[in-house]
């Protein structure tokens, strides 16, 4: 315990302060679902690491922010994916592998949608792997889609080209494929000890669309992910918390360039206040 001097507008004042330190050991397990990106197909890990494999460098940085409670987006590439064409049956392996980890909490199942047209046949072809690698000696032994959820790049922050309808149309198609793949599951895997549980969490897989709650989405995104300043809002809070009630739809956020301090942020020059509070 001790005084803490600060002085604010010229003014000297004396905080007195006492601080209780605890013991405790930080769990392993995560289950604070998150997506911080590891650009892995950018010039800027190459150049950060020279000489060096920038996929492994991926998977050093990948488990340093394990290490501190952080999930990153995706599972790191070098486990299915090679110059950026991606390996259904390695990353179902990978998918399933990385979801019986206590430390990781989430990972991004990935849609392919070139012009923001979902390629629903791989998409159905994908999971219907991943349900299949999770499936051991006749019972599912680990349930990967509980940890899974899809966001897709084509249609990241659609007001700034007002791409509504494309948005819509990417999630009704994923939408369906959920409940293509559902249904294949419970036919194809009757017989599986704990197929039930694999069918709830395949239907249950989130698409996560960053852009704040709107009427001109409304029946078309599942869970919303703002910029972290509109739950800054009462209204937006009560707003986000109701859909969440009364539809189940997802409540995710992020921060970018925007916004700044005194909102929390992972920006270098703000305070390590901001990123903790986050």
């Known amino acids: 315990e001790g005084v803490v001097d600060i002085e604010l507008d010229g003014t000297p004042y004396q905080v007195p302060m006492q601080v209780t330190v605890y013991d405790f050991s930080m769990p392993v397990k995560n289950n604070y679902r998150s997506a911080f990106a590891i650009w892995e197909d950018r010039d800027m890990l190459a150049s950060g690491y020279p000489g060096k494999n920038p996929q492994e460098m991926a998977v050093k940085e990948y488990e340093f922010l394990l290490d501190y409670g952080i999930t990153p987006t995706d599972i790191p ?47 159905t072809d994908l999971m219907k792997k991943i349900a299949a690698a999770c499936i051991v000696d006749g019972q599912v ?25 494309e948005v819509k149309n990417v999630d009704a198609a994923i939408k369906q494929v959920k409940k293509d793949v559902a249904a294949y599951l ?27 709650i709107d009427e001109k989405l409304v029946g078309g995104v599942d869970s919303w992910c703002p910029i972290i300043s509109h739950y800054d809002s009462v209204d937006y809070r009560d707003e986000a918390a109701k859909r969440h009630a009364e539809y189940g739809e ?9 916004p700044t301090n005194p909102y929390p942020s992972y920006h ?7 990123a903790r509070a986050i």
């Not at 994916?81 to 990935?110: L, M, Q």
């Not at 897709?152 to 007002?162: A, K, N, S, Y």
């Open 77 to 123: 590439s070098i486990e299915y994916a090679s110059r950026g064409a991606i390996d259904a049956n390695k990353f179902a392996k990978a998918a399933a592998r990385y979801a019986k980890r206590e430390d990781v909490a989430s990972f991004r199942i990935p849609v392919l949608a070139p012009n923001r047209i979902v390629n629903t046949g791989a998409l």
């Open 250 to 258: 997802g409540m995710w956020w992020y921060t970018c360039i925007h």
């Open 141 to 165: 032994s680990v349930n990967a889609f509980e940890k899974g959820f899809f966001y897709v790049p084509e249609i990241d922050e659609p007001q700034t080209l007002g791409i509504w309808n």
């Open 186 to 212: 419970s036919s194809a895997y009757a017989n599986v000890a704990g197929i039930e549980e694999l069918v709830k969490s395949v239907l249950a897989l989130q698409h996560v669309v960053t852009y704040k």
């Open 268 to 274: 270098i020059d703000d305070t390590l206040v901001g």
